[in-house]
């Protein structure tokens, strides 16, 4: 009998922890939207379970206010229970915090001391007229690792320099606000016209190292709202923003005039047995990214024509 009573005692004490955790006692209606009457054995499974569950989960009333939240979310948004109650839509919140209430389906947590920037995924069921239930999970791998594989993809593997694809990504805006508001902008296109030769007499090696050196010597040249790339495996591109094409004909002169002083390192040639030629373009009413790089590539045949 004494067991029995024990026992009794002990399933008691364990109703009133989950009941802490419910949301029954968040002092809102939100017990009515989890299938059973305050306080009854069925709640406070479901209560328990949503608190055990492997993501942040939380009861919103009215898409108002927040009227209870496991402890994941709290790890998560890194907040206590109480202050989740106290938030409200439209008001000065972390836009992170205002995001729960706009429909967001990513959440971007920013780093706080030592806890880690986080990326969660909203997902929100309907649980009936006044109440939804949401749910975030971690999905911040995820999210790095997809924007590894995009900075990979977008990256030249030999300079670190933005590639082609990237290049016209940057581009397109740039050409959209000249075309709005009239800004001037210059694109430059150098060609190394004989690095293949090169590569052949030298190696593979010495030409590459060679081209990474031209690299960090072009990258100085920049101004920091500049943009170099490198196009293809001979030829890099300069966008020179708020630049006109007599300004982009300066910038070329000063560049021209300095390669021959860069100094070799291990394993390259000197930069000065590279021959290149440039090749400029400014914007025009009617210009897309096309049309754009294209005047500027044929200045480059041209010049390379008139030095054969």
């Known amino acids: 009998m004494a067991d029995v009573i024990s026992q009794r005692h002990k399933m008691s ?13 968040t002092g809102s209606s939100a017990e009515a939207s989890m299938g059973s009457p305050a306080g009854s054995g069925r709640q406070l499974f479901q209560a328990e379970v949503l608190e055990h569950l492997p993501m942040g989960v939380m009861v919103l009333q ?6 209870w939240v496991n402890t994941l979310s709290c790890d998560y948004l890194g907040i206590h229970r109480e202050q989740f109650q106290a938030l409200r839509p439209n008001s000065s919140n972390p836009s992170y ?12 947590v920013p780093q706080s001391g030592d806890r880690p920037g986080l990326y969660l995924r909203s997902l929100d069921v309907i649980m009936d007229d006044n109440h939804t239930l949401k749910y ?32 016209v990504r940057l581009l397109d805006p740039m050409v959209s606000r000249s075309r709005r508001y009239e800004t001037p902008l210059s694109i430059v296109i150098m060609q190394l016209n004989n690095i293949d030769d090169i590569a052949n007499e030298f190696g593979k090696v010495a030409a590459e190292n060679s081209i990474t050196v031209l ?18 495996s001979a030829s890099f591109m300069f966008i020179l923003q708020e630049t006109e094409y007599q300004e982009a004909e ?9 390669i021959p002083g860069i100094e070799p390192v291990d394993e390259t040639v000197e930069i000065s047995r590279i ?34």
């Open 97 to 108: 915090l205002a995001a729960l209430f706009d429909g967001s389906h990513i959440l971007h």
């Open 250 to 258: 300066k910038f070329v002169d000063k560049v021209t005039s300095q």
């Open 13 to 25: 004490q364990l109703k009133q922890q989950s009941a802490d955790h419910s949301p029954a006692n």
């Open 136 to 167: 975030l999970s971690d999905i911040s791998e995820t999210v790095m690792l997809s924007q590894a594989l995009e900075d990979v993809t977008l990256t030249d593997s030999l300079t670190g320099l933005p590639n082609m694809p990237s290049l």
């Open 215 to 232: 690299s960090r010597f072009l990258r100085e040249q920049t101004r920091w709202a500049d943009i170099l790339g490198r196009v293809d």
């Open 62 to 67: 009215n898409n108002e206010k927040i009227v």
């Open 275 to 308: 021959n290149f030629c440039f090749g400029i373009s400014g914007w025009q009413k009617g210009d897309d990214v096309s049309s754009l790089m294209g005047r500027a590539r044929q200045e480059c045949i041209t010049a390379l024509n008139s030095h054969l």
